[in-house]
């Protein structure tokens, strides 16, 4: 699996994890709340 594709799996599992309930600490939460604003902001063509 590409490096992007692998960190991509990672970020949607704290997000899933975090949808469960499950404390995933700030780091976590950071990494998540990043993953989403740069998705929003550059949306794929």
Not at 8 to 24: M, P
Request: net charge negative; charged share 30%.
């Amino acid at each position: 699996m590409p490096t992007g594709d692998q960190l991509d799996a990672i970020i949607k599992t704290f997000a899933h994890l975090e949808g469960q309930g499950v404390d995933i600490g700030d780091d976590g939460r950071e990494l998540v709340a990043h993953s989403k604003w740069v998705k929003e902001s550059f949306v794929k063509k």
